[in-house]
């Protein structure tokens, strides 16, 4: 069988001839990344007119014949030849890791073509190429069956060719961003295309900077995931040295996956610990005649040549290397005789082309052992060869006798090839060791550890999850993610971030998957675009039913041949990728059509799988996408055969029941995104379904608190819903009571949802009456009536349960419990809670439940339970980020940022509260920013950004009574300034209405009675800590009220009293490390007052202690001057050091603390400071 285009011998039932990549069977029409060639002769007029018209015929088709040579030998496919230019496709119909950097190297070397010919003949023609890279649809014309690629591309690199001068390469700006490390360009800025509205950038390609294959190198990695091949590798190379054994070390792996690394750290070994000699020499895709360039490269090394150095150069130099070698006499006959052997090998001209030709590979083989041999009994040597699954069968032969001759020796041969080397060579067997080492993608905790070491800043968790997921465990993949991002910068959209998409990968990583997949056999092919359609991860079944579909057999043998290959990975009847970018690949390369086509069976397999199983509410979210899908696509091209007529009518209906379940999970951002989609695919002039789906989105809109788009989409329900639809106008009015309560417009909430009850009970609707009623207690209770709340919502709460809603009766338990925790009843609010938690989970509402746990998680927090507290806000904050909630997200690291402070993680808890400050700025919510504020104001002072906290504090003042009240009171007491907290305390009015008036009132208590004992009142100190200690609610508040008591029992004159109340602290299940601190320095002062020196000290060194296993740089300061006036009440020697170091603390962080001396002089007994 020969190729039709180019006659060349192809074996049977291949897909495409491997001389020029002509397609040897028909092939159906495809989107693929490629680079076009548009090359143009200039001269060929004027040739014309002076020469008879056969000999022009003539001289022309010569040219063109070398022309397409050229394109040829590069791997590109010449598309046409038109009069006097000829265009190529590098990429199409077979895809190559490098197809720009071909079409650059190819136009090149037709510049070069083309001025030898002109030389030759004595004519005066000059070539114009442009050269540009892009998606184009390529496939056969249905007029005449052409094979060609259609497309602006194509278009733009003939403007390209345009604006070139004679002799001169022109390339577009993604050929450049291909190519632009192994080519040496000079731009022309942007230029004006004939024919084009908008400039081009454009470059003139100027010569190559590196052989064929060569990537150019990123600043290098640490090497990451492979200590086990390594030391693998490590125990090979000694046993080759110490056993003077030869060994040969294949490393097989996809292109990426890091066998040139690991052969490099392989080279470095031996050269750093066994001074071995280490030759490398790398295998070209093309471009290259010599088929010993490998050895040639390697052999360079040896005797110092430049590829440049003329043929007599190189012969001394060879002679001159040889001897040292060998060790004979330059003059020897020897010498000269190994010298022209190596000048063969390196491709020079020398004697051994004059002789027979069956002789002369013999002497180049002769001549290489000799120097091997030579160089390996002075010391060990290393011969890595890179890709050698380009090589040439000549080659593969002369590795296997090279290690033939290479016994007794401590030679190393380290060969990197991709797996199919394997399908054409292996190492013979012989008297020398063989390891091969198939390299598998880096496991999750090695790429996450390489993505960390490639980063120069850390990155968002969800954008750091997507990198790695889309690699595959790839390092090149990785890499170049990374450099892609760098370059680019994140997206941010719909305050996500998000990584760039397909239309943006680096075309070396585009073109070195696409021709991993062509490389498939049609039937993998299939079904790994099969795969792609379906989506990252899949069942079996749904494979082999859609390969069945159109004709395939042993569907599930080439799924695992897909694995084997390292495409798929496939555990029990689950398939997933590998890499998302090779999903992504896959997924491109299909038509527009036959995706419909595809996305429509897939639509129709999972309806008539649900069907068959009875289980019809399951995978509805699937079913809606591939529906959906296939119905955009087809509204964008119109009919399409295979893909029914009615797929609107179908994706429609499969959204909506899709967007109903996700809400009932309170998943409101897939939700939105189903609505999006449904909105997309309406008929504009269906009026009745088009406020429905607007109100459905706009009810999601509202949850994620993206309320201008929530008032939108309600507003235009409101205008054009008919008087007599009162229940849509009821639902609508709902939505907007919903998003008046986000805005803070109360007085409009409750009038809207009052009005949405009235409409509700006026048609009998009860569901639509109950969520009316929940909501308007909710407004009542964020205005801060909280009194007036509970009635409406233990209204719905009745309805709920009479109507069975489980959903609806878990929100409105959670509603009540939160009323509860406003009133400081945290034993009501934990019952509550775990009723409505318990209805989630019956009700199958993860969301919902995460809104139960959040708030169970500050429940626990204000009982002083950090721990549970934290472990709460860890358990939903990974699932709420995901649900796009970002009220709720800002809650839970709101809650994060308390917890935090109070464990003494201070600086987690700056963290924490600035991503908490962030979402709330993002959605407009003042009150929750003011909340924000104070914990990181707060957790600023105790890190030792005193004056950044103390400034936030003054800068928001003005606009909550309360952040200038109880939080800076709090703070002025911490810092030991009482006169600053007597004046926020002053300022200090009702409560935030999320909290609650009864939240707050112990710590308000305890913070006015520490600030009269930093004044020096002992007597109102110790009234108002009494009375604080007597209303508190939780052990926490005991914790802390118990902790400022024993304290002000010491400075009463009372150390025994102040003794036995700090010893109950232990007693209670809550409390901090900083009432543990106080507690603990008041003990030490007292025992100091009483003379128990001992246990004084050991007191006052705990105290220390415990807040210095925190970052709460403030209370350790505040802890050392306790200890050191301790320390001084005790007449110890080295109490004025103990002091000495308290006041450089303080003075570090510019604060006296005097309010805090006073205190503790006057538990210890000592006289107070002056004020």
């Known amino acids: 069988?020969?190729?039709?285009?180019?006659?060349?011998?192809?074996?049977?039932?291949?897909?495409?001839?491997?001389?020029?990549?002509?397609?040897?069977?028909?092939?159906?029409?495809?989107?693929?990344?490629?680079?076009?060639?548009?090359?143009?002769?200039?001269?060929?007029?004027?040739?014309?007119?002076?020469?008879?018209?056969?000999?022009?015929?003539?001289?022309?088709?010569?040219?063109?014949?070398?022309?397409?040579?050229?394109?040829?030998?590069?791997?590109?496919?010449?598309?046409?030849?038109?009069?006097?230019?000829?265009?190529?496709?590098?990429?199409?119909?077979?895809?190559?890791?490098?197809?720009?950097?071909?079409?650059?190297?190819?136009?090149?070397?037709?510049?070069?073509?083309?001025?030898?010919?002109?030389?030759?003949?004595?004519?005066?023609?000059?070539?114009?190429?442009?050269?540009?890279?892009?998606?184009?649809?390529?496939?056969?014309?249905?007029?005449?069956?052409?094979?060609?690629?259609?497309?602006?591309?194509?278009?733009?690199?003939?403007?390209?060719?345009?604006?070139?001068?004679?002799?001169?390469?022109?390339?577009?700006?993604?050929?450049?961003?291909?190519?632009?490390?192994v080519v040496a360009f000079e731009p022309l800025g942007l230029v004006q295309a004939r024919g084009r509205e908008e400039p081009v950038d454009a470059w003139t390609a100027i010569h190559a900077l590196?052989?064929?294959?060569?990537?150019?190198?990123?600043?290098?990695?640490?090497?990451?995931?492979?200590?086990?091949?390594?030391?693998?590798?490590?125990?090979?190379?000694?046993?080759?040295?110490?056993?003077?054994?030869?060994?040969?070390?294949?490393?097989?792996?996809?292109?990426?996956?890091?066998?040139?690394?690991?052969?490099?750290?392989?080279?470095?070994?031996?050269?750093?610990?066994?001074?071995?000699?280490?030759?490398?020499?790398?295998?070209?895709?093309?471009?290259?005649?010599?088929?010993?360039?490998?050895?040639?490269?390697?052999?360079?090394?040896v005797c110092d040549i430049d590829p440049d150095d003329p043929a007599d150069t190189a012969l001394q130099k060879c002679r001159a290397s040889l001897t040292d070698i060998?060790?004979?006499?330059?003059?020897?006959?020897?010498?000269?005789?190994?010298?022209?052997?190596?000048?063969?090998?390196?491709?020079?001209?020398?004697?051994?082309?004059?002789?027979?030709?069956?002789?002369?590979?013999?002497?180049?083989?002769?001549?290489?052992?000799?120097?091997?041999?030579?160089?390996?009994?002075?010391?060990?040597?290393?011969?890595?060869?890179?890709?050698?699954?380009?090589?040439?069968?000549?080659?593969?032969?002369?590795?296997?006798?090279?290690?033939?001759?290479?016994?007794?020796?401590?030679?190393?041969?380290?060969?990197?090839?991709?797996?199919?080397?394997?399908?054409?060579?292996?190492?013979?067997?012989g008297r020398y060791n063989v390891v091969t080492l198939h390299l598998d993608p880096l496991d999750a905790a090695a790429s996450a550890r390489l993505l960390s070491a490639m980063l120069e800043s850390p990155l968002p968790a969800d954008l750091r999850d997507l990198l790695l997921e889309r690699s595959g465990g790839n390092p090149f993949f990785l890499e170049e993610l990374v450099s892609l991002l760098a370059e680019a910068g994140v997206v941010e959209r719909d305050g996500r971030v998000r990584a760039p998409g397909f239309s943006d990968l680096p075309a070396t990583l585009r073109g070195l998957i696409a021709a991993r997949i062509d490389g498939l056999s049609s039937s993998a092919r299939s079904a790994l675009e099969d795969a792609a359609v379906i989506g990252r991860t899949g069942n079996l079944s749904a494979l082999c039913a859609l390969g069945e579909a159109r004709g395939e057999v042993d569907v599930e043998v080439v799924v695992q041949d897909l694995a084997g290959r390292d495409l798929l990975t496939?555990?029990?009847?689950?398939?997933?990728?590998?890499?998302?970018?090779?999903?992504?690949?896959?997924?491109?390369?299909?038509?527009?059509?036959?995706?419909?086509?595809?996305?429509?069976?897939?639509?129709?397999?999972?309806?008539?799988?649900?069907?068959?199983?009875g289980r019809e509410e399951e995978e509805l979210e699937q079913l809606a996408y591939h529906l959906a899908v296939a119905a955009e696509l087809t509204m964008e091209l119109g009919p399409i055969d295979g893909v029914p007529t009615d797929v609107r009518h179908q994706a429609l209906k499969a959204i909506e029941r899709a967007a109903m379940r996700v809400v009932q999970r309170d998943q409101h951002l897939i939700a939105r995104s189903l609505m999006d989609r449904a909105f997309r695919l309406l008929d504009p002039n269906d009026k009745a379904n088009r406020n429905r789906v607007l109100l459905h989105r706009a009810r999601a809109s509202a949850h994620l608190r993206d309320l201008p788009s929530a008032r939108a989409d309600v507003d235009e329900v409101l205008k054009h819903v008919d008087d007599d639809d009162r229940a849509s106008r009821a639902g609508a009015l709902a939505v907007r009571g919903l998003i008046e309560q986000g805005e803070a417009s109360w007085d409009a909430s409750s009038a809207s949802l009052e009005e949405a009850l009235s409409l509700s009970q006026a048609e009998g609707d009860v569901a639509g009456?109950?969520?009316?009623?929940?909501?308007?207690?909710?407004?009542?209770?964020?205005?801060?009536?909280?009194?007036?709340?509970?009635?409406?919502?233990?209204?719905?709460?009745?309805?709920?349960?009479?109507?069975?809603?489980?959903?609806?009766?878990?929100?409105?338990?959670?509603?009540?419990?939160?009323?509860?925790?406003?009133?400081?009843?945290?034993?009501?609010?934990?019952?509550?809670?775990?009723?409505?938690?318990?209805?989630?989970?019956?009700?199958?509402?993860?969301?919902?439940?995460?809104?139960?746990?959040?708030?169970?998680?500050?429940v626990r927090y204000f009982q002083g339970r950090y721990e549970e507290a934290g472990r709460l806000a860890q358990t939903i904050l990974a699932?709420?980020?995901?649900?796009?909630?970002?009220?709720?997200?800002?809650?839970?690291?709101?809650?994060?940022?308390?917890?935090?402070?109070?464990?003494?993680?201070?600086?987690?808890?700056?963290?924490?509260?600035?991503?908490?400050?962030?979402?709330?700025?993002?959605?407009?919510?003042?009150e929750r920013e003011r909340q924000t504020l104070g914990v990181l104001a707060r957790a600023l002072v105790m890190s030792g950004d005193i004056d950044e906290g103390l400034q936030i504090m003054h800068d928001h003042a003005a606009y909550s009574a309360n952040f200038a009240g109880l939080i800076e009171a709090s703070t002025a007491v911490q810092l030991g300034d009482p006169d600053m907290a007597e004046t926020a305390l002053a300022a200090q009015v009702t409560s935030d209405s999320i909290t609650g008036d009864a939240i707050g009132d112990g710590e308000r208590g305890v913070v006015t009675g520490l600030a009269q004992l930093q004044l020096g009142r002992v007597g109102d100190a110790l009234a108002q800590l009494e009375q604080a200690e007597r209303d508190a609610h939780t052990d926490g508040e005991r914790a802390f009220a118990r902790a400022a008591l024993a304290?002000?029992?010491?400075?009463?004159?009372?150390?025994?009293?102040?003794?036995?109340?700090?010893?109950?602290?232990?007693?209670?299940?809550?409390?901090?490390?900083?009432?543990?601190?106080?507690?603990?320095?008041?003990?030490?002062?007292?025992?100091?007052?009483?003379?128990?020196?001992?246990?004084?000290?050991?007191?006052?060194?705990?105290?220390?202690?415990?807040?210095?296993?925190?970052?709460?740089?403030?209370?350790?300061?505040?802890?050392?001057?306790?200890?050191?006036?301790?320390?001084?009440?005790?007449?110890?020697?080295?109490?004025?050091?103990?002091?000495?170091?308290?006041?450089?603390?303080?003075?570090?962080?510019?604060?006296?603390?005097?309010?805090?001396?006073?205190?503790?002089?006057?538990?210890?007994?000592?006289?107070?400071?002056?004020?």
Not at 339 to 362: K, N, T
Not at 1116 to 1133: D, N, S, W, Y
Request: aromatic content about 6%; overall charge negative; glycine content about 10%.
């Open 570 to 613: 496939l555990e029990d009847d689950e398939w997933s990728f590998r890499s998302d970018l090779v999903r992504e690949v896959a997924y491109d390369t299909l038509t527009k059509a036959e995706r419909a086509r595809r996305h429509g069976r897939v639509g129709n397999w999972l309806t008539e799988e649900r069907r068959k199983s």
């Open 769 to 858: 009456a109950a969520e009316a009623l929940r909501l308007l207690g909710m407004t009542k209770l964020f205005s801060g009536d909280g009194a007036a709340a509970e009635q409406p919502i233990a209204e719905s709460l009745e309805a709920f349960r009479q109507l069975g809603d489980r959903r609806g009766e878990a929100w409105a338990l959670q509603n009540l419990a939160w009323i509860a925790f406003t009133r400081g009843e945290m034993t009501e609010a934990e019952e509550r809670l775990d009723e409505s938690a318990a209805a989630f989970r019956a009700a199958g509402d993860q969301g919902g439940l995460g809104w139960a746990l959040g708030l169970l998680g500050f």
């Open 210 to 301: 590196a052989p064929p294959g060569r990537r150019p190198r990123r600043a290098k990695a640490p090497l990451i995931g492979r200590e086990s091949e390594l030391g693998l590798l490590r125990h090979t190379l000694t046993t080759a040295v110490t056993r003077q054994r030869a060994h040969v070390v294949v490393l097989l792996g996809e292109a990426g996956i890091g066998k040139s690394r690991l052969a490099e750290e392989m080279c470095n070994m031996a050269s750093d610990d066994h001074r071995a000699t280490v030759l490398e020499g790398r295998c070209v895709p093309y471009g290259e005649a010599n088929v010993w360039w490998p050895v040639a490269e390697a052999l360079r090394q």
């Open 1 to 181: 069988m020969t190729c039709p285009s180019c006659g060349a011998a192809v074996v049977e039932a291949a897909r495409f001839c491997s001389s020029c990549g002509h397609a040897l069977r028909a092939r159906g029409d495809e989107r693929r990344v490629v680079t076009v060639l548009f090359a143009d002769l200039v001269g060929f007029t004027s040739l014309s007119e002076s020469r008879d018209p056969e000999r022009v015929k003539n001289l022309v088709d010569t040219c063109f014949e070398r022309l397409a040579g050229d394109v040829t030998a590069f791997g590109g496919r010449v598309d046409k030849v038109v009069g006097d230019a000829l265009v190529a496709l590098f990429g199409a119909p077979l895809a190559h890791e490098d197809d720009a950097e071909r079409a650059v190297r190819a136009a090149l070397q037709m510049q070069r073509s083309v001025a030898t010919y002109a030389e030759e003949c004595g004519i005066d023609v000059r070539l114009r190429v442009g050269v540009n890279t892009g998606e184009v649809l390529v496939g056969a014309l249905r007029a005449g069956g052409d094979y060609t690629a259609m497309g602006d591309v194509v278009n733009v690199a003939s403007r390209l060719q345009t604006l070139a001068g004679a002799g001169d390469v022109v390339v577009g700006p993604d050929t450049y961003a291909a190519t632009r490390g």
């Open 879 to 926: 699932e709420t980020r995901e649900s796009g909630d970002r009220w709720g997200l800002g809650m839970t690291y709101t809650l994060l940022a308390n917890v935090r402070l109070f464990e003494g993680r201070v600086r987690e808890a700056v963290e924490h509260a600035r991503e908490a400050l962030s979402l709330f700025t993002s959605i407009g919510d003042a």
């Open 326 to 429: 060998t060790g004979l006499s330059p003059d020897d006959a020897e010498v000269a005789r190994l010298a022209e052997g190596l000048l063969h090998l390196m491709g020079h001209e020398s004697a051994l082309q004059d002789v027979d030709p069956a002789r002369a590979p013999a002497e180049a083989r002769r001549s290489l052992q000799a120097v091997i041999q030579g160089l390996a009994r002075t010391r060990p040597l290393v011969i890595a060869l890179s890709e050698l699954h380009w090589a040439d069968d000549l080659l593969l032969n002369l590795i296997d006798e090279l290690l033939e001759r290479a016994i007794g020796l401590p030679v190393l041969v380290v060969i990197t090839a991709r797996p199919e080397l394997e399908e054409r060579w292996v190492p013979k067997p």
């Open 1047 to 1171: 304290l002000a029992f010491a400075a009463d004159g009372d150390p025994e009293k102040a003794l036995s109340t700090a010893a109950t602290l232990p007693e209670l299940s809550a409390g901090t490390y900083i009432d543990r601190m106080q507690a603990t320095v008041a003990r030490g002062l007292a025992l100091a007052r009483l003379g128990r020196t001992s246990e004084a000290e050991t007191a006052l060194t705990e105290a220390v202690a415990i807040v210095d296993g925190t970052d709460d740089l403030l209370d350790q300061a505040v802890a050392r001057l306790g200890r050191a006036i301790g320390f001084e009440t005790m007449g110890r020697p080295d109490a004025a050091a103990v002091m000495t170091d308290a006041h450089r603390r303080l003075r570090e962080l510019d604060i006296d603390a005097l309010g805090w001396e006073t205190a503790f002089r006057l538990a210890a007994g000592n006289a107070a400071v002056s004020r």
